[in-house]
Every structure is written in structure tokens, then in C-alpha cells.
């Protein structure tokens, strides 16, 4: 059955640090998000991305914050500048297209981020 | 605005027995309702959904949930509860379309002891 797949599964950075969080989508799907989870909080929404723009993004998808489709598979997430508080765990969802009649996401492993 | 409630923080059931995990939800017009279930250290996995139709939706491992319109109100539930259905249950929301993105609950862990 096919999987979301996240790489790296952890990644501790510095505070400050770039970090890019990627994903591999189900092959055939064409809607992708990011979530984040921190540590015994609830799950929320970071952003939505279709057809090589963003859909939605929540307020806290500020500035420092980036999503990518650099070629037909990987989808990105970027921090630029990581701050304490980005320590959580992120997930990457997708789920096929609009006419598909699908409605559930497929989510991830999740990558644990700690920023130190 | 949507959102979603899960009034429980812990559910704890004797394997055998019947299991309910709540779940409401607050959302203009018609929901899209769905339920996860989260393994330590594992991603969200897809349990079942609501989109139209039956009231009483069946998912995954023998999971089924119930809509209730006038009481806003989406429980999961199942027969006879296993030890290995220990895990955190997230219910979620989204708009009547199906590509929005999901509103959590902020999850309810069962615990079915042996």
C-alpha cells in the first residue's frame, strides 16, 4: 500500500538554523499539507499547497516558514531561521485530487525537530 | 470558525468491553468529520470518516462512529475493545469540501487493560 514518507525521522538543529524537513507524497496524489504537533498539544495546520502555489496557510506559516515542490515527488517544508519554539513534530499529509470523490489525508511518520 | 472538542483527555476500558471516545465539533454547514489514531512514534492513521449519507460510518479495525446532527456530535466507538487499540484518537473537521485542511481535536489516549 503506498506510504507518505518523511526524511530525516529527527533533526536537532541550533537556534537560528535553517533547517528543510522533506516528504514524498503518495505518487498519484496532488493536494499536500504540513502539520505540526508540539509536544502533547493538539495537531494543527501549517499549510496547504496545490498546483506548485500554496491554498492556505494558518497564521503561524509566517515569513520564516516555506513550502516547496522541487520536482515530481519531494515536497519541502523550510524554516529559515529556527526559533525554540518550532521544536515539535511535523507532519506531511496528501490526498488526491478534487474529483476523486477521496477525502481523507494520508499522513506521514512525522519529523521530530528540536531546536537547541 | 471550525473546531473540535474531545472533553476526554483518558479513556480507560477493560478489553472485551465496549468502547466510546467523544467527540463535537462546531462548523458552518454540513462537516466533513473524520477520525485518527496515533501509535507512539507513528504518524496519524486514517480510521474512518463522514461525509454524507448513513449516520453510522464503519473504518478501520472494527471502529465505527456515529453523526448526530442536533447534537453536533461524532463518537467513536467499538463492540469489544482490544489491548492492542491502546493509542491517542484524534477526531477532526474540515469544510464541506475535500481538499481543506483538517481542525484537530486535542485527542483522547485509550487505555484498554487486559
Known amino acids: 500500500e503506498p506510504e507518505v514518507t518523511q526524511t530525516p525521522s529527527h533533526q536537532v538543529t541550533q537556534m537560528g538554523q535553517e533547517v528543510i524537513l522533506r516528504c514524498v507524497p503518495i505518487?498519484?496524489?496532488?493536494?499536500f499539507y504540513w502539520y505540526r504537533q508540539i509536544l502533547g498539544q493538539k495537531v494543527e495546520f501549517l499549510v496547504s499547497?496545490?498546483?506548485?502555489?500554496?491554498?492556505?496557510k494558518s497564521e503561524i506559516f509566517d515569513d520564516q516558514f516555506s513550502v516547496e515542490r522541487p520536482d515530481g515527488s519531494n515536497f519541502t517544508l523550510k524554516i529559515r531561521s529556527t526559533k525554540l519554539e518550532d521544536s515539535a513534530m511535523y507532519f506531511c499529509?496528501?490526498?488526491?485530487?478534487?474529483?476523486?470523490?477521496?477525502?481523507?489525508?494520508?499522513f506521514g511518520p512525522g519529523t521530530r525537530l528540536t531546536v537547541t | 470558525a471550525q473546531s473540535v472538542a474531545q472533553p476526554e483527555d483518558q479513556v480507560n476500558v477493560a478489553e472485551g468491553n465496549p468502547l466510546t471516545v467523544k467527540c463535537t465539533y462546531s462548523?458552518?454547514?454540513?462537516?466533513?468529520l473524520f477520525w485518527y489514531v496515533q501509535y507512539p512514534n507513528r504518524g496519524l492513521q486514517f480510521l474512518l470518516k463522514?461525509?454524507?449519507?448513513?449516520?453510522l460510518v464503519k473504518g478501520s479495525y472494527g471502529f465505527e462512529a456515529e453523526f448526530n446532527k442536533s447534537q453536533t456530535s461524532f463518537h467513536l466507538k467499538k463492540p469489544s475493545a482490544l489491548v492492542s487499540d491502546s493509542a491517542l484518537y484524534f477526531c477532526?473537521?474540515?469544510?464541506?469540501?475535500?481538499?481543506?485542511?483538517?481542525?484537530f481535536g486535542t485527542g483522547t489516549r485509550l487505555q484498554v487493560f487486559p
Open positions: 462548523v458552518s454547514g454540513n462537516p466533513y
Open positions: 463522514y461525509i454524507t449519507g448513513d449516520n
Open positions: 499547497f496545490y498546483n506548485n502555489e500554496i491554498s492556505e
Open positions: 477532526a473537521v474540515s469544510r464541506p469540501y475535500n481538499t481543506d485542511k483538517l481542525i
Open positions: 499529509a496528501s490526498t488526491r485530487s478534487g474529483t476523486s470523490g477521496t477525502y481523507e489525508q494520508y
Open positions: 505518487s498519484n496524489h496532488l493536494y
